[in-house]
């Protein structure tokens, strides 16, 4: 078994700080999904990240049940679907039938804007913030769910400090994890200041930038993070990996390379200088910025909602302030 930190949800819940992400690009993966997740278990891994959005909740978990590792050791979330957030129940049922895993460890609201229920998962066809179901109806849902013991921890995902500060008021549980797109180009730190003031562990999404042909940059051609890599004789990955966790954030990278795999869940220690220099990536020139979500800068429109209602300050996916 590897040795990664354990970080401690504000209700008590232990979650692995890697884990393996599942998304593969687009929904679905079939049997990838299936011998990633697997071979991911041989390689140490114990925290997996679908969601019903993904197409393959049920290779995951099947994965997870092959794999002769007892549940308990194993650290499982899922999302809930935009267009279910009228029927919270209802998806978590489905998802927890797909999985067939006893229980769930922690259920996200993929995103705050209710997608509308006939249209397709990924489309723009929402309601308006103020139009109901609001998020804030959903996460009232949502905290029922904790009444099944079926689900340990409850969280959200792409939540901003905007849409935090109306939703945060409302609740009686506090989200245990917000999961946002985090790496170097776009460190959030005011939101994670801000998430940590409240008790809400930032987990992120896309750590290594999702390198790609449709990303802007790739953090792999950075120097700053070529010369700290070069230096210690380790992965770039690692360095953006560990850079994460050192900062106290989860990090769900994905890879169905085996070697990768096992490299990007052996931490290295980052010196202070070195951190320093990784935290300061994004004030290097049009470098703090979405990767993500850089094919929609332009429209500033995700799932139905613009960046402003998202509570992102970008402008063609480049951050105008912290």
Request: proline fraction near 7%; aromatic fraction near 8%; charged fraction near 25%.
């Amino acid at each position: 078994m590897v040795n990664i930190p354990v970080f401690t949800l504000n209700d008590g819940t232990k979650m692995p700080s890697v884990g393996m992400g599942c998304w593969m690009g687009v929904p679905g993966g079939d049997e990838r999904v299936y011998h990633m997740c697997l071979n991911a278990i041989k390689a140490g891994y114990r925290h997996f990240d679908t969601a019903a959005g993904y197409g393959n909740e049920k290779q995951v978990g099947r994965a997870i049940r092959d794999s002769g590792i007892p549940r308990n050791e194993i650290f499982l979330t899922t999302k809930l679907p935009n267009p279910a957030h009228a029927k919270v129940r209802e998806a978590f049922e489905e998802s927890l039938k797909a999985l067939d895993c006893e229980y769930i460890d922690l259920y996200l609201m993929h995103w705050p804007q209710a997608g509308k229920p006939d249209a397709p998962e990924w489309s723009d066809e929402a309601y308006r913030p103020h139009e109901s179901p609001t998020f804030v109806e959903t996460w009232k849902d949502m905290e029922k769910l904790l009444e099944s013991g079926k689900v340990k921890s409850i969280g959200v995902s792409n939540f901003s400090i905007k849409n935090l500060n109306i939703l945060l008021p409302e609740c009686k549980i506090i989200p245990a994890t917000n999961q946002v797109e985090i790496h170097p180009c776009l460190p959030q730190i005011e939101l994670k200041r801000y998430c940590e003031s409240k008790g809400i562990i930032l987990t992120a999404y896309s750590p290594l930038g999702q390198v790609g042909p449709d990303r802007p940059i790739s953090l792999f051609d950075n120097d700053t993070i070529k010369g700290i890599a070069s230096k210690l004789g380790v992965d770039l990955a690692q360095v953006l990996l560990s850079w994460g966790v050192q900062r106290n954030t989860a990090v769900i990278p994905k890879t169905e390379n085996e070697i990768r795999m096992k490299n990007n869940i052996t931490l290295i220690q980052l010196s202070p200088e070195d951190m320093k220099a990784i935290d300061e990536v994004h004030l290097q020139p049009n470098m703090h910025r979405t990767l993500t979500f850089a094919k929609r800068g332009g429209t500033g429109i995700i799932f139905g909602w613009t960046f402003e209602e998202l509570g992102w300050n970008m402008v063609d996916g480049i951050v105008v302030s912290n």
